[in-house]
C-alpha cells in the first residue's frame, strides 16, 4: 500500500486508468476532433469550458502573442541554444525560462494594475482617479508604453476585439475601462501587447499568473519557430555576435 | 555601422520597424482575429497557411497530447519547481526541458521510422516487407506499444479522423498505411499517442524534429495546468515523495 | 565596423585574442596548477585573491552544501530529468533551475537579514533589539529552523571555523553576532544551514545574491553525482513515484 | 507503509535521519574544514576519496575550464536570462542548458575517442595506427583544434600537469599518449581545452558522460560571474545586439 504517495500526486486536472485518459472529467476521446486547441487551453487550465466568443478573445491574445522577433532575449537565446548539440525541447526550454518579471511579467503586472482599480472603482472612488492613484505608483506602469513602437501595432485590433465583446455583453469591460483611464493619466504612453492582452485576461477572469503563464503558451509558438529557423541553418554554437566582432575588455590590465 | 550584426541576426520569420511587427510577411493586425491560434502555429513554423482541413488534423494532435498525468516526469517537474519560489514561466522551461529523446522525442523518432518506410516503398520494397524491415531494427519502436495502456485511448479518434482526411484527398495516407503496417508486424503492439500524432504530422509534411516541437507546444498546456494547481495549493519545496517516506540507503555504512 | 556589438558584450571579468585568455587580467595558463578552484571562483566573482583562511571559509561553505538527498525537488528534478533522454547538463539545468526563492533563496535573504541587523547596530541600537526587530516581521526567519533536523548537523562545524576565523582577524565577526542574536530571540530555533553559510558569506563580504549564486556552486556538486547515479541504473522516464501508485483523482466524475 | 517509494528513491549517495546526514557514508560534520572542494566533488560522483595529486589534476582541469568569454552561447544566455526578472539560479540553468554535445560535449566525446585508442592498443595496434583508425573517421576529432586560437592557450599548462603525474606515476599516460599520437597525425590541429581536460578525466578513469558533468561544474563558474556582472549593470530585457540595429529580413515582402 503507498496511499500517501497516490495522495501526494492527487490532482482534478486528469484521472489514469489502464485504457482511460480524463481530462477534467472527460475521457479524452471524446475531446479530440470536438473540442478546439484554445478551448482546451481553458478546459484544462480552468476546469470549465469557454463560450465561443470567449474562446475567441484567448485565441486573439495567444495570437497577437507568438513573436517580437530576435531582439528580444527568449527568441535569441532558444535560437542560441538550438546550435549547441540539445533537444528542441531544450531550446525551447532555456528561451522560456528567460520570460521572467520584466520580459514575459508585464502581462501578469498589468492585471493586477487593472484589478486593483475596478477594486477602488467598486469601493466608491471613481475610475479616474482610481487610475490615477494605481499608476501614479509606478515609475513605468506595467502594459503601458514601448521602447520601440510610437504605437504597439497590436493595440488596435486586440481592443476592436474586446470592444464588441463588451458590445454584445461578452465580458464586463470593467477592465478595459480601467486600461483606458491609465491611458488617459499617462497621456501619451499607448498600451502595448502586455496591456491589451492583459485586458482581454483579466475580462476573461483569468488569475494574474496565469496572463504570464498564457503568453508563454503563445511567445512558445514563436520560440520553436525560430529555433527550428536556427536549426535548419547549421550554424554550430552561435554567439551573441560574429566572432569577428571581439567584446570590449572594461577591466585593468593584468 | 553594425552590418555584421544585423546580418548575424536575419531571419526570415519576422520583420520589424517602429510600428512594424511583420510575422511571414503578414502584419499583425490583419492576422489577430483573422487566424486561429493552429494556423497561426503552422504559419509560423513552416512559411505558409494550411488548409481547414490541415489545421483541423494539426489541431487534433495538439488536443490529444496536452496531458498524461504527474506520474509524467515533465508534469511532476513541473508541479514541484512551481512550488520552489520561481516564476511560472520557470516551472514550464523544466518540465518542457524534460521533454527529451526517450519522453517527448517518439513521435520525432515515429515520424522517420514511418518515412524511411515510404520510402523503401518508393523504391519498389513491397509495403509489409518495408515496416518488417525497418520495424525489425528496433528493439521498441517508437510510436507503439504503451506501458501503461494496453490500448491507447487517444488512438482510435486520431486515427478515425486521418481516414477521413484521406477519404477526402486532404492528405495522401502513405504513412497512415506504413503505421497500420507496422502494428500489423508487430501484432498486439499497437500505436500510442506519439504513433497516432506522428502519422498526422508525417502526413502533414512536418519534418521529424518539428513532431517533437510541435508535442512540445501540446504538452505545455498541461504542464501550464498543473503548475497553476500546485501554485494554488501552497505547497513549498515539494519534494517527489512525502517527507515521511525516507528514501532507501543503499550504499555502505559510514 | 560593429563597435557598438563589441560594447554591447563589454566586461571586466575576461580578455580574449587569438592564444590569449585573460581572466580577471591574469593570463589563464598562469592560474592553472597555480591557483585552487575555490580561489577561482572567488576571483572570478569579485575580480580579487582571497587569503588562504578566507578561501577555507568559503570552501567549507561550499561543502556544506552539496547535497540533502533526493527529496529535495532540485536533486529528484535532475534524476528524473537524466532518465528521459537528454544530456546530463540538461538535467543540471533543470535541477538548479528549482534553486528558487523558497528552495535555494534562504541563504540569500538571510544575508539580507543579517546585513540589516548589523546596519541597525551601527545606528546605535542593542543588537538583540535589532535581532528581534528584524526577525520579529518574519513568520520564518530565512536560515533558522528546519523542518526535517531539530538540530541541522551542519551548524556547529560550519559556526566553529567562523569562531576561529574571527579569533584570528580572518573576520570581523559581526554578522556571527548578528546570527546568534536572532538565535537567542527565536530561542529553540537553531541556525540550519543555509543560516550558517549565510554567516560565512556574509562575513566576507558577499552581496546577497551572490549567496544564492555560490550555493548553487555547491548544490550542483550532489546534483550532478544524482543524475549520474540515476544514469548508470538505466530507468528511462522515471517519474515521482512507482507506475504501480496511480495518483489520486480528485476531481468530479465526468 | 510506503516502502515502494522509499525503494523507488534509494541512493548510495546519502543516508537522511533527522539530525544526520551522510554522504557517501561519511558524516557531514566531519567533511566540513577537512575536505576541499575538488576532494568533495570526486567523492560524491565517484564515492571514494582521490589522493592529494589526483584531486590536483581535477582540480587544474576544473580552473581551465571557467570562462570563455561572453561569445560563447551559454556565457551570453546566462548574462541575457539575468537581465529578465528571474533569480540568478534560472540564469546560470539556462546557460548551462546550452552546454549541449557541441558547445559542452566535446570533452565527454574526447574522453571515447582517447579510451578508444588504447582499447585498440590492448588488441595490438600500434598507437600511431590507433590513433590514426579512431581519428580519421571524424571530419573534426573532438578536443582537437580551435576556431579562434591557433594554439590554445590553457594547452601547456595541462599537459605538463599530466606528464608530471606520469612522470610520478600517478596516472599511467596512455590517454595521453593516445591524445598526443592524434596530435601526430593531424599535424597542425593541437589540442584545445576539451581535449587537455579529456586527457586528465580519461587519466584519472572518469567515464566519459562525466567528462560534460564536470566542464558543467567549472564553466558554471564563469556564468555565474558573468550572471552578476551582467545583474550589477542593471540593463533590463538584453538582447543579442543593441536596440539600435535592426535584424535583417529575409522572408519575402507581405
Not at 27 to 55: C, H, K, N, Y
Amino acid at each position: 500500500m503507498s496511499d500517501e504517495s497516490a495522495d501526494w500526486w492527487a490532482t482534478s486536472i486528469v484521472r489514469m486508468a489502464p485504457g482511460v485518459v480524463e481530462l477534467r472529467g472527460r475521457p479524452v476521446q471524446d475531446l479530440i476532433g470536438s473540442v478546439d486547441f484554445v478551448s482546451m487551453i481553458w478546459l484544462m487550465v480552468r476546469g470549465s469550458s469557454p463560450s465561443t466568443r470567449e474562446a475567441a478573445l484567448l485565441e486573439a491574445a495567444l495570437v497577437a502573442s507568438v513573436d517580437h522577433g530576435p531582439q528580444a532575449p527568449s527568441i535569441a537565446i532558444a535560437r542560441m541554444t538550438a546550435t549547441c548539440g540539445v533537444g528542441i525541447n531544450n531550446a525551447m526550454a532555456s528561451g522560456i525560462n528567460a520570460l521572467g518579471d520584466s520580459h514575459g511579467g508585464a502581462g501578469q503586472q498589468c492585471v493586477e494594475v487593472l484589478t486593483e482599480i475596478v477594486s477602488l472603482e467598486d469601493s466608491g472612488i471613481g475610475i479616474d482617479a482610481a487610475a490615477s492613484q494605481v499608476a501614479g505608483r509606478h515609475r513605468y506602469v506595467p502594459g503601458f508604453g514601448h521602447r520601440f513602437h510610437p504605437v504597439d501595432p497590436r493595440r488596435a485590433p486586440l481592443l476592436s476585439l474586446v470592444d464588441s465583446a463588451v458590445a454584445d455583453g461578452v465580458v464586463a469591460g470593467r477592465h478595459l475601462m480601467a486600461a483606458r483611464a491609465v491611458e488617459k493619466y499617462l497621456a501619451r504612453v499607448p498600451m502595448n501587447i502586455d496591456g491589451a492582452t492583459a485586458v482581454i485576461y483579466a475580462e476573461l477572469g483569468f488569475a494574474p499568473e496565469l496572463a504570464r503563464g498564457l503568453f508563454v503558451l503563445g511567445r512558445s509558438v514563436g520560440i520553436l519557430a525560430h529555433a527550428w529557423e536556427e536549426t535548419t541553418q547549421g550554424m554550430r554554437n552561435k554567439g551573441p555576435i560574429p566572432r569577428s566582432i571581439l567584446p570590449t575588455y572594461r577591466g585593468e590590465a593584468g
